[in-house]
């Protein structure tokens, strides 16, 4: 059975970084894209970042564009978001996710992901 699990959400002030991660069990993702989405309260689901199976290109979405890094271990099975200079309109529930989508905007839509963690609570205080 596919398990996504993310840590690393927490409560943070304006401007704080934090570090996310998502550790992924169940078979072995090494040639699947994963990606970084959040859901803030009454919003639709958001782009955040996503990063090809080797690692060797990102996409990220243009609010968080220089403030945050995907990267992955696939030896580790696990995708990390480095997030800094947070800001407020950065809280939300974050999400990790794994595409059988090798690149390109596809990585954008939600619908083109197969699996999903359980998200993880990020609050960005002003």
């Known amino acids: 059975q596919v398990q996504l699990v993310e840590s690393g959400g927490g409560l943070v002030q304006t401007g704080d970084s934090l570090g996310l991660s998502c550790a992924a069990s169940?078979?072995?993702?090494?040639?699947?894209?994963m990606g970084w989405f959040r859901q803030a309260p009454q919003k639709d689901r958001e782009f955040v970042a996503a990063?090809?199976?080797?690692?060797?290109?990102?996409y990220y979405g243009d609010s968080v564009k220089g403030r945050f890094t995907i990267s992955r271990d696939n030896a580790k099975n696990t995708v990390y978001l480095q997030m800094n200079s947070l800001k407020p309109e950065d809280t939300a529930v974050y999400y990790c996710?794994?595409?059988?989508?090798?690149?390109?905007?596809?990585?954008?839509?939600?619908?083109?992901?197969?699996?999903w963690g359980q998200g993880t609570q990020v609050t960005v205080s002003s």
């Open positions: 169940g078979r072995t993702f090494s040639s699947y894209s």
């Open positions: 996710a794994v595409s059988q989508y090798l690149g390109g905007s596809y990585l954008r839509a939600p619908s083109k992901y197969d699996y």
């Open positions: 990063i090809r199976w080797n690692g060797g290109i990102t």
